[in-house]
């Protein structure tokens, strides 16, 4: 129970990681590190867990049992103190065989969750439906985000250039693969072969040749049904941009540009293993800001704001491009809720541009208090 009594408290804010998705580990390092700088000063930090099962836990919040250490990905602690969200916005204890207590009215919520059930409009729903005041983007663009097929039908509807892709939902494979190998085949290779709604790099595969495919399918499958395959810009560099929402109804603000090269180590592209962990690092350089004619960096920032205006995202945003060998600049897809440890590009793009961590979630944390639920 907070020391400060409802009326005069400091505003409360649950900060909820892990979840049921594939990311789950990932979801926990970005909020080791986000629940180290919040100002404890000014809030007062309720730490909230969800299992790989679904199971809601009052979490200690420790940093260090959130970190990969050793190689080791962190999970949410089980066994922890279970809470749900009970009437009036309040955050309740709920043991076997005890009377329910509550931790009182949470103000906010941090949703640090990444992938299905949590970045894909499912806990905005449940925060929407509670009347809880959260940060990031909304239902519909949550939604939006996280399926990279209707993702690339809204950006084309906005005028944005994606990649030729194909679409495997799981009915499509089951009952004609061969039709399926002949779409992609059409494409042309190399290809990308992704799960439609995830992240974190999980599940991704280069494939070189029609023999490759059937494999990269199935590693795909294995995190999502519905599997998405992508025709490869030409020698593409990837770069990246990031979008933060304006306060008090201001006009969204951009990042500066970076760019993620990735080569040797058997690593073709930016993959879980570059992006995480230790042994990745040697192969992948980031360099913020991007080494671009300004011309070309002003059209990767103004259509980072279309497409973020495009799925009506609000909060943040980080908005990946291709910029092929002809200088076009492509989309390639925007995240609502980026990676977010210290490492990550996101925040990286943002002290480039001035916000270290802390200002960019005070920032955040701002602009969500502010926000009222409901149709906007």
């Known amino acids: 129970m907070s020391e400060y009594s409802e009326s005069q408290r400091k505003p409360r804010v649950a900060v ?27 809030y007062d930090v309720v730490p ?29 602690d089980v066994t922890a103190m279970p809470v749900l969200f009970g009437a009036n916005r309040e955050l309740v204890v709920s043991e076997p ?11 906010v919520v941090f949703p640090l969750l990444h992938g299905p059930w949590g970045e894909d409009g499912t806990i905005q729903g449940l925060l929407e439906m509670s ?25 084309q509807a906005a ?10 939902r799981d009915r499509d494979w089951m009952r ?9 085949d059409a494409l042309g290779y190399p290809v990308f072969v992704k799960p439609a709604r995830g992240g974190s790099s999980l599940g991704i595969s280069k494939v070189n040749c029609l023999d490759e495919l059937d494999e990269a399918v199935a590693v795909a499958r294995a995190h ?4 998405i395959v992508e025709a490869s810009a030409k020698s593409p560099r990837e770069i990246e941009v990031g979008v933060l929402g304006g306060l008090d109804g201001g006009t969204p603000e951009v990042s500066v540009c970076g760019e993620i ?3 040797g180590g058997g690593h073709d592209f930016y993959d879980f293993e570059t992006k995480y962990l230790p042994e990745g690092e040697e192969y992948t350089a980031l360099s913020v800001p991007a080494d671009l004619p300004s011309e070309i960096a002003d059209e990767v920032r103004s259509k980072a704001l279309i497409a973020f205006d495009a799925i009506e995202a609000e909060g943040l945003a980080r908005v990946d491009f291709f910029l092929d060998a002809d200088n076009r600049v492509i989309i390639n897809e925007i995240n609502t809720m980026p990676g977010f440890t210290p490492t990550s590009m996101f925040p990286r793009l943002w002290a480039a541009a001035g916000k270290d961590y802390a200002a960019l979630v005070e920032h955040l944390l701002q602009l969500a208090m502010t926000r009222p639920t409901g149709l906007r």
């Open 48 to 76: 909230v867990g969800i299992s790989s099962s679904g199971h809601w836990v009052l979490e200690s919040g420790d940093p260090e049992r959130l970190s990969i250490t050793d190689g080791k990905l962190p999970e949410v």
């Open 97 to 107: 065989d005890q009377v329910p207590s509550t931790l009182g009215e949470v103000d």
């Open 16 to 42: 909820v990681f892990g979840g049921r998705s594939s990311e789950h580990a990932i979801s926990c390092v970005t909020a080791a590190n986000v629940l180290q700088v919040i100002d404890r000063d000014k």
């Open 261 to 263: 090269s990735v080569s």
């Open 176 to 184: 004609d693969a061969d039709a399926c190998r002949a779409a992609v």
């Open 224 to 227: 999502d049904p519905k599997v």
């Open 159 to 168: 005028g944005l250039e994606v990649t030729p892709y194909v679409v495997i």
């Open 131 to 155: 009347d809880i005041r959260y940060v990031g983007s909304g239902v519909l663009a949550s939604a939006v985000g996280m399926d990279k097929h209707y993702m690339k039908v809204v950006f």
